[in-house]
């Protein structure tokens, strides 16, 4: 928030990282998952108030069950363009681009455990988007609520799900709670 960075900056490396670097380990890793695996894509509560701040379109694209990833991939880049011309917010999009690198984390992670649920039915893998919470790190800082092995619960929860489990699958998971998306 207090980065002087030009927000298009911030916005084409957070991307960047966030999304498509999370994209891209997927995308790598995800035909190497055994039968039973687990799959834990760090995301965050802000990923829910950024959606908030998005238009109703925008909203009703990120929510929607039959969304491809190539369709998530094109609003992701145009977040991007738009902030290089600075209409992002009359283009519907929050000012944030963490959150909005987040909502991508969440969505990508639905729409991946939507194709294993299709393409490796009976495999039994489950993938999920997580909020580790407000972690004490060096981004956080010193004031944030959760020590890291606290913000550490929910992903390896999610990580450690029993080889008998179907769910959660597709899912934000916040304090090992299934939250609405």
């Not at 084409?12 to 498509?20: A, G, H």
């Not at 687990?38 to 069950?65: T, Y």
């Amino acid at each position: 928030v207090h980065d002087t960075t030009p927000f298009a900056v911030q916005a084409e490396v957070t991307l960047k990282t966030n999304f498509f670097g999370t994209r891209n380990v997927c995308t790598e890793l995800l035909p190497l998952i055994k039968p039973y695996g687990r799959v834990v894509n760090v995301s965050s509560m802000v990923s829910s108030s950024a959606l908030r701040g998005c238009s109703q379109e925008l909203q009703q694209k990120f929510r929607s069950d039959s969304i491809t990833e190539e369709e998530l991939v094109q609003l992701m880049t145009k977040f991007v363009e738009d902030t290089k011309k600075s209409i992002h917010e009359r283009e519907g999009w929050p000012n944030t681009a963490y959150g909005v690198s987040k909502i991508g984390v969440t969505v990508l992670s639905r729409i991946q455990a939507r194709l294993l649920a299709e393409q490796r039915k009976g495999e039994h893998i489950l993938l999920n988007a997580c909020c580790p919470g407000w972690v004490r790190t060096d981004m956080a800082g010193p004031k944030a609520t959760k020590s890291p092995e606290e913000g550490a619960e929910t992903p390896v929860y999610l990580a450690l799900l029993p080889s008998s489990a179907d769910a959660p699958h597709g899912e934000f998971v916040s304090d090992k709670t299934v939250r609405p998306w």
